[in-house]
């Protein structure tokens, strides 16, 4: 099992920034790949960002790409999410997932809100 949480959102200004971080535990030896997805309301969960655990290969949504990095810090099993330049429409409960060889796992996800 591996268990996530994360931490970072809140609310902020049209154009502003945010970091999100998502701690990993438990089995992360299982872990090849941390990535970040999105859920506003009445919409469905999208992917944002995903990163190697062990290697620089990073991919994101044509929607982010340019604004947002996603970065890792193996020693603090920990995964971030560097949000800059943000818009109302990053709104959103964003949710940290990490790709195990025996499963896939959730966060509990945390509230980010761009107001404009």
């Known amino acids: 099992q591996v268990q996530l949480v994360e931490s970072g959102g809140g609310l902020v200004q049209n154009g502003g920034s945010l970091r999100l971080s998502c701690a990993a535990s438990?089995?992360?030896?299982?872990?090849?790949?941390m990535s970040w997805f999105r859920q506003a309301p009445g919409k469905e969960r999208e992917f944002v960002a995903r990163?190697?655990?062990?290697?620089?290969?990073?991919n994101y949504a044509d929607s982010v790409k340019g604004r947002f990095t996603i970065s890792r810090d193996n020693a603090k099993n920990t995964v971030y999410l560097q949000m800059n330049t943000l818009k109302p429409e990053d709104t959103a409960v964003y949710y940290c997932?990490?790709?195990?060889?025996?499963?896939?796992?959730w966060g509990q996800g945390t509230q980010v809100t761009v107001c404009s």
């Open positions: 438990g089995r992360t030896f299982n872990i090849y790949a």
């Open positions: 997932a990490a790709n195990g060889y025996d499963a896939n796992y």
């Open positions: 990163i190697r655990w062990n290697g620089d290969t990073t």
